[in-house]
């Protein structure tokens, strides 16, 4: 496990040991995110004809990455308290998945008008950011309620292992739901 950086020694030997702890999970996760690039490579006629979608690309990933977060902490405090058994665990996760859909449905029919009628973009791509919200929530949430319990389950440190896993999941397959949107909205749909 380790990685925590609380204890067991500080200064140049402290921060050499966390390095070594926590370097090779970063690079992991850094290769996974080079996915994302393979998504928007995938894409790329799409955005090269429709590129108001490019615009609202950061807002997708860090609305996962927000949602899921919340997840994740919320879990992470559960599990620090106690043990929590399978049928718990899949309780909480359908909750939370079920609370990340609502909350990003909730904001999906705030921000699509808002984007159409205050900041001009179009009423096609605005639709897909309305569209996408809800399923991105419902992604996120149930993929940051449920890694804690997978990691921790497996003997590892959800604290080092469980932020990094989730925003590369989430980030790359976010940006694949909202690009798969946009093209049954935009193309299929038209």
């Known amino acids: 496990g380790g990685g925590g950086g609380g204890g067991g020694g500080g200064g140049v030997a402290g921060a050499l040991r966390l390095v070594c702890e926590r370097t090779g999970w970063l690079a992991f996760f850094l290769c996974g995110l080079l ?8 894409f790329g006629a ?8 490019a615009f609202f690309v950061p ?22 308290r106690r043990s929590p058994s399978a049928s718990e665990a899949i309780s909480t996760v359908a909750t939370e998945a079920l609370a990340g859909a609502l909350q ?3 904001l999906g029919c705030l921000v699509g008008p808002a984007l159409h009628f205050f900041l001009d973009t179009s009423r096609a791509v605005s639709t897909v950011m309305a569209t ?4 991105l929530g419902l992604f996120s949430n149930c993929t940051g309620a449920m890694l804690p319990f997978l990691v921790t389950w497996a003997g590892l440190d959800p604290a080092v292992i469980v932020g990094p896993l989730m ?7 976010g940006l694949m739901i909202y ?10 749909g038209s």
């Open 167 to 173: 925003t590369t999941l989430v980030d790359t397959l």
């Open 35 to 42: 996915l994302c690039e393979r998504v928007m490579h995938s």
């Open 46 to 53: 799409l955005l090269e004809r429709e590129i108001e979608l």
């Open 179 to 188: 690009l798969s949107v946009a093209t049954a909205t935009l193309v299929h």
């Open 132 to 135: 996408t919200l809800p399923l």
């Open 104 to 106: 990003s449905l909730l």
């Open 59 to 80: 807002l997708i990933i860090g609305h996962g990455g927000n949602s899921g977060g919340q997840a994740v902490s919320t879990v992470i405090r559960s599990i620090g």
